[in-house]
């Protein structure tokens, strides 16, 4: 049997080899935490150039999700978004883009030197979210702008999933390169197991391993199709957006995590916590067939905002949740979860659920200006590059955005550098009431601008 990396690194760590080379904490148990912090020494191959048994992890990934090849990351989905834009793409030319996309998707598009061309997923009426994408939209979009490369985002932050089998079909008839970010589904498709849904079809899909899968964070894996005609560009723009000292650390956590894969067990352990929930009287579970069940998304119903919740779990029960909204909360699972984890976030949430008083009126808010109404005037990159002025709000309209407004998370950007800033991007920003809270702490009311 080949040994793998994790366990060539701990037999290495075992060993009594003098470190004479990075890094300069040496393995000294006084200097660091862990002894597998190492660089690329004889046996441990380069992640830029893999010929062994890093190579051997990225086949292990391919096998494991049933693509064709796998590229790793220790930069995050970030670095192989940047990776798969740049290779897919020529300076100056569109490229469609899901107007949910991930802040990364932005900046890749700046630096690319690229057209955006938005097309608005579904809007999800319940939690004023991003659902699903229009499957017609998106593909006359592509028709009729001759787009030779798509973005997409499916499963959403709050875990609705696109159905992507006859939009990529489309695309492939179109002869247009689908990139899909899946983070949010680094635990769909996992070899041997059947419960969640299936990886996405595209020429190019991206996992974020640490968001569900037990992996460290910044660690994220790319699965490509035999047939991609830029593979050659994707390492080398891999190579230009990582490290050249890339972690060992991290890259074993990958290992790790690709032998840690029941995801079976870890549906039904989530399956339970979702049963118990049906016991609240007056926050709700939500629930919806095109929906990743390891999202626990909780509708508070107008009793309380998100924000409250979330507080009040965190100060009463000791739990974080991912992320808070005006109208519900974000719980994330993962693999490191058990039934002991899941049963005290659901019994603490029906304890809070149990001492609710009356409604108070908070509801759904729906912020993102639809893709329609925005125009740009410059390329992003000139834009962000251009000579700003720090503008009122209330004075912006008819200017141009000298920057990018977003809220993170989920990191979705509500202007974009380049953009003309309309009235109704203005009515966006000032009806996201969660921007005078924590996701946008900073946000003063003004924005940098350039003049048209």
């Known amino acids: 049997m080949k040994e793998d990396l994790k366990t060539k690194l701990d037999g290495y760590i075992k060993s009594d080899v003098l470190p004479m080379h990075m890094p300069g904490h040496k393995r000294n148990p006084g200097f660091t935490g862990s002894k597998g912090d190492i660089t690329e020494i004889e046996g441990f191959d380069n992640l830029h150039s893999p010929k062994g048994v890093i190579r051997d992890l990225e086949k292990k990934a391919a096998d494991i999700y049933g693509a064709d090849d796998a590229f790793i990351s220790v930069n995050g989905a970030t670095a192989l978004i940047f990776a798969a834009i740049h290779a897919s793409t020529f300076r100056g030319e569109k490229i469609l883009v899901s107007s949910g996309c991930h802040i990364s998707v932005w900046h890749a598009i700046e630096t690319a030197g690229l057209v955006p061309v938005l097309t608005d997923p579904i809007s999800d009426v319940t939690t004023g979210a991003f659902e699903g994408l229009d499957h017609r939209a998106f593909i006359k979009a592509i ?3 001759g787009i030779n490369t ?3 985002t499916t499963p959403t932050y709050e875990g609705l999933i696109t159905d992507t ?10 002869g247009c390169t689908l990139i899909v970010d899946e983070s949010h589904g680094a635990h769909f498709g996992v070899k041997g197991n059947s419960k969640f849904p299936e990886t996405s079809e595209g020429d190019i899909v991206i996992k974020s391993l640490h968001k569900t899968m037990a992996s460290p964070t910044q660690t994220a894996v790319m699965l490509t199709k035999k047939d991609l005609p830029f593979k050659y560009l994707i390492r080398h723009y891999l190579a230009v957006n990582e490290s050249t000292s890339p972690s060992y650390i991290l890259m074993s956590g990958i290992a790790s995590a690709l032998t840690h894969t029941d995801t079976d067990a870890f549906f039904d352990i989530v399956k339970e916590g979702r049963k118990a929930l049906t016991g609240l ?8 067939a095109d929906m990743d069940p390891s999202k626990f998304v909780i509708l508070t119903e107008g009793y309380l905002t998100g924000y409250e919740l979330a507080d009040r779990l965190r100060k009463e029960y000791r739990i974080e949740v991912e992320a808070s909204f005006p109208s519900y909360i974000i719980a994330m699972t993962g693999m490191g979860d058990t039934p002991e984890t899941i049963k005290r976030f659901t019994d603490s949430l029906l304890a809070v659920d149990g001492k609710l008083g009356d409604r108070n009126g908070t509801t759904a808010d729906t912020f993102y200006p639809e893709a329609a109404g925005r125009k740009f005037m410059l390329s992003i990159e000139n834009a962000v590059k251009s000579e700003k002025a720090v503008t009122e ?18 990191g979705v950007p509500i202007l974009i550098p380049g953009e003309v800033i309309t009235g109704a991007s203005i009515k966006a920003i000032e009806g996201a009431s ?11 009311g003004t924005l940098l601008t350039v003049d048209i």
Do not use: H, W
């Open 143 to 145: 028709e009729e702008n």
């Open 150 to 152: 798509a973005v997409i």
């Open 165 to 174: 089998k006859d939009l990529y079909k489309r695309c492939r008839q179109l």
């Open 281 to 288: 009287n007056k926050l709700r579970l939500y629930e919806r």
């Open 393 to 410: 709000i209330k004075k912006a309209e008819g200017k141009m955005s000298g920057e990018y407004l977003f809220a993170y998370p989920p």
């Open 434 to 444: 969660y921007l005078k809270t924590d996701p946008f702490r900073d946000f003063d």
